[in-house]
């Protein structure tokens, strides 16, 4: 039958969809003593964690469960003991258990369920709303519905490299999107700034990304992938809407970077502390003329470099006629040296938020990656 750790993860993989916690609170308490286990999943502005079954949400940033959330390793309290929920760096929420056991072994043990419970809810997620309809503090806007579930994720890490990004305003986002995927060997991310209004904006950027990803799964390179995409909004638009995107392949191996920049958001690199815009050959935008030719840049990424990506949202949002990218950008983005991406994202949106003194107005997206270097 296995120990109690083997007889939770099989609890977990034989759950039905929607009872995950409920099935794993009930194995928790016959192997562990456990006698209370409650999920709190992050929001998707990441800045309130809240629980499955309703409740208040946690939103003091010292408060435990967000300690266990930011530096993603178990936190003990007088009553509880936190846990990270999560998978292959995407951070879904944390897992509160109580009482908190003493012993590290257990400790340990509870840590890794606290993982599978992640990887479970990833799997799951798809097949029931009961997480999504969680996970949201208010009403999303239908553009926002459809461009969340078009998203990869917020956060991906391998030990070769660390990537997070960040839609807002997170629950009424229109055009701007990333996506990414990488297998080992490569990396590549696209980061849209989208155009438009509504469901319209959402649907011109769901065109985009899906075309991208078909030319990417067919092997093509960069520069093919971007006219592809262009081929493909011109086709149906005939230069009314168009949108721009900047694409990357990163070689995980030697840090080789090749980009695409459609009329791109900018690209910023953060090295030794000091902050520069990455000089690219600014191209068309994606749709605006039929049959573009796109032409493929290359540069290379030192061992320790982080990469972002900020769109027109970011660089233009304005408080008394002063831009941020004019004043606070570049000072922001040195103080996330030591933060991991998801972090740093998460971080300069709030700056951003505090310079407006309020939501944002445009669409912003942010994208952070690190390139840890070579791994054996």
Same mark, same amino acid.
């Given at each position: 039958m296995g120990g109690p750790e083997d007889r939770a993860r099989r609890t977990l993989t034989e759950a039905p969809a929607d009872l995950l916690l409920d099935r794993l609170a009930a194995e928790l308490e016959r192997s562990y003593a !456990?006698?209370?286990?409650?999920?709190? @999943?992050?929001?998707?502005?990441l800045a309130a964690l809240l629980p499955l079954g309703g409740g208040e949400a946690i939103t003091a940033p010292g408060h435990p469960a967000w300690r266990c959330f930011d530096h993603q390793d178990p936190v003990g309290s007088d009553d509880a003991a936190w846990f990270p929920v999560g998978m292959r760096g995407e951070r879904r929420g944390v897992l509160r258990l109580s009482p908190p056991p003493a012993d590290p072994a257990v400790l340990a043990e509870l840590a890794a369920i606290a993982t599978v419970l992640g990887h479970e809810l990833a799997a799951v997620t798809p097949t029931t709303d009961v997480y999504l309809t969680a996970r949201r503090t208010r009403r999303l806007t239908l553009a926002a519905e459809m461009q969340w579930e078009l998203l990869p994720g917020r956060s991906? #890490?391998? /030990? #070769?490299?660390s990537l997070a990004g960040q839609l807002e305003p997170a629950y009424a986002v229109r055009g701007d999107s990333f996506d990414w995927s990488d297998d080992g060997r490569r990396l590549w991310?696209?980061? !849209?700034?989208? #155009? &438009?209004?509504?469901?319209?904006?959402?649907m011109l950027t769901s065109l985009a990304t899906h075309a991208?990803?078909?030319a990417r799964r067919a092997e093509l390179g960069l520069a093919d992938q971007a006219a592809l995409a262009d081929q493909a909004i011109y086709a149906l638009h005939r230069g009314q809407q168009h949108l721009s995107a900047l694409l990357l392949e =990163?070689?995980?191996?030697?840090? #080789? !970077?090749?980009?695409?920049d459609a009329g791109s958001p900018?690209?910023?690199? =953060?090295?030794?502390?000091?902050?520069?815009? @990455?000089v690219l050959e600014k191209q068309f935008p994606l749709g605006i003329f039929e049959g573009t030719d796109y032409r493929e840049q290359r540069f290379q990424l030192r061992r320790g470099d982080r990469l972002f990506v900020v769109s027109d949202g970011v660089v233009e949002a304005t408080a008394?006629? !002063?831009?941020?990218?004019?004043?606070?950008? $570049?000072?922001? =983005?040195?103080?996330? &040296? /030591?933060?991991?991406?998801?972090?740093?994202?998460?971080?300069?949106?709030? $700056?951003?938020r505090a310079?407006?003194?309020g939501d944002l107005v445009d669409d912003a997206v942010v994208v952070c990656l690190d390139w840890l270097g070579p791994q054996p």
């Open positions: !456990i006698t209370g286990a409650e999920l709190y @999943q992050v929001d998707y502005r991906r #890490s391998r /030990p #070769s490299f991310l696209s980061v !849209i700034n989208g #155009s &438009g209004e509504g469901v319209a904006a959402s991208l990803r078909n =990163l070689d995980l191996a030697g840090g #080789s !970077i090749t980009v695409v900018r690209l910023l690199r =953060l090295r030794d502390g000091e902050v520069t815009e @990455q008394n006629r !002063i831009r941020y990218g004019e004043t606070a950008l $570049d000072r922001f =983005l040195r103080r996330t &040296g /030591p933060l991991q991406p998801l972090d740093a994202v998460r971080s300069l949106l709030g $700056d951003l310079f407006v003194a």
